[in-house]
């Protein structure tokens, strides 16, 4: 399992190195909002480790959402991530297709990531189990699950240990692997073992537990310990 770190800064990213995979995002623009393509550029120039770029929370804006995930790619990100925030397996379908051509045309190699929310009930988007399904239709590498409302509450708050087991399974089956983030816990780790997804992301629990402050490398360090 791998573990995904999502700091918000150059600054920041420096406490992340240890995390297997550095993913840049802006968690002031939204809970998969983009960070600037020089900060990106930076972070994947100091990081001798994969480094991952959230796009945004897109509304269906496929346009946006490919231009937006070329940007990433060409700013070094190795994995071009995207969340999805709205309704519709067709739409998803469409968008992750965007995304997918406009990363790989150019950057084949790169790993493009479609997020949908465990808490997709309450916002009103997709399920992740069927924006896992159009992702693989249109090529995507990875499917992911996170929060799309950062007010505390966790993945499992909304989706139990045996939903996100399915889901992974499912993905298994799509031939895409699985990356569930959300306010995850260091008490979480144990059922995320077993669930075992190919990728999990945090950010608060790197923090100390309250997201908007600053990741501290023991805590990463922790996590990596847990996870091996
Ligand atoms: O991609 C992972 C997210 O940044 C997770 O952030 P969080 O653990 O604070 O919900």
Redesign the pocket.
């Known amino acids: 399992m791998r573990l ?3 700091p918000s800064s150059i600054e920041e990213a420096r406490s992340a190195l240890a995390a297997d995979i550095i ?1 840049v ?1 802006k ?1 002031s623009e939204g ?2 909002g983009a960070n600037f393509p020089w900060v990106i550029r930076a972070i994947k120039e100091m990081a001798e480790k994969p480094v ?1 770029a ?1 796009i945004g929370d897109f509304d269906y804006k496929p346009g946006g959402a490919a231009l937006a995930a070329y940007g990433a790619a060409c700013a070094g990100a190795d994995y071009v ?1 995207v969340g999805l925030m709205f309704d519709g397996k067709e739409k998803a379908y469409e968008l992750s297709k965007a995304v997918v051509q406009a990363v790989k045309d150019e950057f084949p190699e790169k790993i493009v990531v479609i ?1 949908a929310y465990s808490d997709y009930q309450r916002l009103g988007t997709i399920s992740p189990f069927v924006a896992a399904e159009a992702a693989a239709d249109a090529g995507a590498d990875v499917a ?1 699950i ?2 799309g409302k ?1 007010d505390g509450k ?1 993945t499992f708050a909304f989706m139990d240990a045996d939903m996100l087991a399915a889901y992974t399974a499912q993905n298994r089956d799509l031939g895409v692997e699985t ?1 569930l ?4 816990k260091f008490e979480d780790l144990t059922a995320l073992k077993t669930i075992d997804p190919e990728i999990i ?7 100390g537990g309250d ?1 908007t402050d600053a990741i501290r490398p023991e805590l990463v360090e922790k996590a990596l310990a847990m996870l091996r």
Do not use: I
């Not at 983030?181 to 995850?184: C, E, K, Q, R, V």
């Not at 992301?201 to 923090?207: A, S």
């Open positions: 995904l770190v999502s993913d995002k968690p809970s998969l991952s959230a991530k997020a992911m996170d929060t950062k966790s990356a983030a959300g306010s995850l992301g945090v950010r608060g629990m790197v923090c997201r």
